[in-house]
């Protein structure tokens, strides 16, 4: 399985970014997708995830109401959609995917893109 992110850049505060997350080599409709974030210096951390069966979202509290995560199953991808953007929110993001776990335990997942940069900078 391979996961190819895409959609990262350099943000003004407040702006908006919309990040892809392709998979090829297995159809990842049932498994639950996530988005993980590493800032500089710091461990990687859950941002959001989705499941297969269900649609169900997940995320961590400080991006509730301004992050969105959905899938195009069609398409063999996700995405996460990111408004009113802080520089808090600077990092690698890293799309990641899972049969069954849908939780914030980064070792749980077993398959890693290799991250998209998010710089939210004036």
């Known amino acids: 399985v391979q996961l190819v992110e895409s959609g990262g850049g350099l943000v003004q505060p407040g702006g908006s970014l919309r990040l892809s997350c392709a998979a090829s080599g297995r159809t990842l409709n049932a498994y639950v997708m996530g988005w993980f974030r590493q800032a500089s210096g710091m461990e990687r951390e859950f941002v959001a995830a989705?499941?297969?069966?269900?649609?169900?979202?997940y995320y961590k509290n400080s991006v509730k109401g301004r992050f969105t995560i959905s899938r195009d199953n069609t398409k063999n991808s996700v995405y996460l959609q990111m408004n009113s953007l802080k520089p808090d929110d600077t990092a690698v993001y890293y799309c990641?995917?899972?049969?069954?776990?849908?939780?914030?335990?980064?070792?749980?997942?077993?398959?890693w893109g290799q991250g998209t940069q998010v710089t939210v900078s004036s």
């Open positions: 990641a995917a899972d049969r069954f776990y849908a939780g914030n335990v980064t070792s749980r997942y077993d398959y």
């Open positions: 989705i499941s297969g069966n269900t649609g169900r979202a």
